[in-house]
C-alpha cells in the first residue's frame, strides 16, 4: 500500500479553492472539517438503513474534536463510513473532487436523496490555511477494508501507507502553524463550533487532552453501562434520636445507607442536533419559541411573534423570523439573520438573500439549495436567490395582513413596536407594499387606529384628501389643542422612517397631501367675519405695523409675520414652518447634502403667526413705541418658537433675562 506523490491539481479544481480563501476566514475550516464528519455519518446512516450496513449496539454516531495546546494540534474523529484505500485516493489525491455525486447517483433508485454537504475534497483542504501538517487516519466500514494512513506536509506532496486505525471512520489531526495556534486552544475552538456548528445534526463533543479528566457524582440508579467509574462512595445511613411515649429514648434510622459514584464526567454535545426550525410549527409551542430566541439570541426580552417557514417546493427552506420590540431610533436598529445551509451556519444578514428591510429582524434561515461558501458577487446574479428572497418578503407580508384581517387587536397592540419595519418594508420592496398598502394603521390623537381611507372619510368635510400629524406630542400641544377644539383629528408620526414613508404615500395617492399641524394656519382657526373693504383695509394696515415692529425688536428684516385673526383667544404667538421647507431641512439633516450644515437655511418657510385678537398684539399695535414693546415682542417669538420646539442658546438666555424683568415689573406694579 506504501505510496507517495504529487497532488493532483489542475486549474479547474484549485480554483474554488482559491475563491475560497479570497472568501472566508481562517477559522471556517472547523466548519469543513466538523461537515465532512458529518457527511460521512450522514452516508453511513443511509446504508443502514437501506440494510447495507449493521450498526453495533454500542455505537452512538458522534464527532469529536480533541485540542492539545501543548503541541498545537487539533484533532477531528467521526464514526462515519471511512474510506478506502481507493476512495482516499480518489477524493483526498484529487483535491476538490466531491464524493457526495457519485454516491448519490449509485443510491438514487433506493432511498430519496439526503440532504448530504458532499465538499469532501475542497473542505478538507481548507486544512492547510492553518497547518504545516495534515494526518489523514481512516478505515472503511466496508467488510475487508484495511485501515489507511496518509499525511502531508505543505498541502502539494502526500505519503500513504497502511494504517493501524481501530474503528471505522475517520481520524484528521492538524499540525498548525505559528499563525494558527490559538486554534488549539479550547476556548478558542469552543467559540469557533459554536459560531458555525451549533445545529450540526451530529453531536459534537469537545476536550482538552492536556487536561485532567473531570469527575461528577451520581446516584446508583443513575448508573449506566457507559459511565466510567473512578471511586465508590458509601454513605452510611442517617439516624436521630427520638423521645418515645413512654419518656425514653430510641435511635431511629433517618435515611438508609447509600452507595454513590463518581464517574468520569460524561461529555456534553456542543450542539443541538434537532433545532426548532425542523419541527412542524404545529408541534412548536411559545414557550420553544421564546427558548429559542433566548439561546440563538442572547435576548431576554421576548419577541413580539414570529413566523415559522417551512417550504419544500419549489425550493427547500425552513427557519424561524422573530418581531423584536423595536424601540430605538431607526438609524440604529440593527437584527439579526442568521443563514444555514442543512443545519451548517453560512453567514450572517446576506441581503442578497434576506431583503434589506427584513434586517431589522431576528431570526434563523436554512435553505440547502444554497452554497456553502456564500459570495457576495456571485448571489447578485442568482436567479435562484431572488426566488427565496422573493418568497421570504412574500410570508412576512401574508402573516402580517393575515394579522390585520383576522387579529386586529394584537395588531394594533403591535402596531407602534411594528411599524418602522413595516414603512421600511414598503420604501425598499414594492411587492411588500404592494401587499400591506392596505393595511398601514395610523394611530390618532384619541389612540385609536385608522387605516388611510378611514383618515380621509372623517375629516373630508373639513380638509379633504389631507391628513395632518404630529411628530412631537409635547412640542406640538398648541396646535393639537387648537384641532381639538375645532373637532379636527390628526395621526401620530414620530418614527425617522415616517418622512421617506410619507413622501412615498404621497407618490403613490396623487390627490393625497400629509401636512404636520404646525405647517399653516387653516382658515378653520381664523375667525369668520364679514369685513368691510374700509375692515380689510384697516386688517392690512394693522398687520404692516405689526410686522415692522417685531423686524425692528428682533433685528430680522427677513422675518415672515402674518397677523390673523384665531377663534382660540389664548393663543397670542405661533410658529408655523410649511411642509415643503421642513421636509427639505429634515432632508439635509438626514444626509448632511453636499456637506452643508442644516442651519444655513436658517428660517426658510417660517412665519410668525400674530392673533390680532390678543391683548398683547393689541398692545403693541396701540404702543409701537413704547418702552415695553420690544420686551413683549421678544418675549411673543420666544414663546412662539418655545411651543414649536427650543431656541437657540443665545436666545434662551435672552428669553430667561427677559422673564426676570417682565417679572420684576410687574412685582413692582402689585406693590
Known sequence: MAKSGNLSINSENIFPIIKKWLYSDHDIFYRELISNGCDAITKLKKLELMGEFEKPEDMEYKIQ???????????????GLGMTEAEVEEYINQIAFSGAQAF??????KANEDQIIGHFGLGFYSAFMVADKVTIDTLSYQADAKAVHWESEGGTTFEMNEGDKEGIGTRITLYLNEDSTEFSNEYRAREVIEKYCSFMPVPIFLEDSTKKPQHETIEKDELTDKDTIVETIVEEAKTEEKEKEDGT??????????????????PVALNDISPLWNKHPNECTEEEYKAFYRKVFMDFKEPLFWIHLNMDYPFNLKGILYFPKINMEYDSLEGTIKLYNNQVFIADNIKEVIPEFLMLLKGVIDCPDLPLNVSRSALQNDGF???????????????????????RENYEKYWDDINPFIKFGCIKDEKFQEKMKDHIIFKNLEGKYLTLPECLEE????????????????????????????GLDAVILSHNIDSPFINQMEQKNQ?????????????????????????????????????????????????EVKAEKLKDASVASMITVTEESRRMQEMMRMYNMYGMDPSMMGGAGESLILNTGHPLVQYVLAHKEGENVEKICGQLYDLAKLSHGSLSPERMTGFIARTNEITMLLAGEAK
Open 65 to 79: 474534536i480533541t485540542v492539545n495546546p501543548t503541541d498545537k494540534s487539533i484533532t477531528f474523529e467521526d464514526n
Open 104 to 109: 448519490m447517483e449509485k443510491y438514487k433508485d
Open 249 to 266: 429514648k430510641e435511635v431511629v434510622e433517618v435515611s438508609p445507607a447509600k452507595e454513590k459514584y463518581k464517574i468520569l464526567k460524561r
Open 385 to 407: 436567490v431572488k426566488k427565496i428572497s422573493d418568497y421570504i418578503t412574500k410570508k412576512v407580508a401574508d402573516k402580517l395582513s393575515g394579522m390585520c384581517k383576522t387579529d
Open 459 to 486: 375629516n373630508k368635510e373639513k380638509h379633504p384628501n389631507k391628513v395632518f400629524y404630529v411628530t412631537d406630542e409635547k412640542e406640538q400641544s398648541q396646535y393639537i389643542n387648537m384641532f381639538k377644539k375645532e
Open 511 to 559: 390627490d393625497l397631501k400629509f401636512l404636520r399641524i404646525d405647517a399653516d394656519v387653516s382658515e378653520i382657526f381664523k375667525e369668520a367675519s364679514e369685513e368691510t373693504d374700509e375692515e380689510k383695509e384697516k386688517a392690512k394696515a394693522d398687520g404692516e405695523v405689526l410686522a415692522a415692529a417685531f423686524k425692528k425688536a428682533l433685528n430680522d428684516d427677513k422675518l
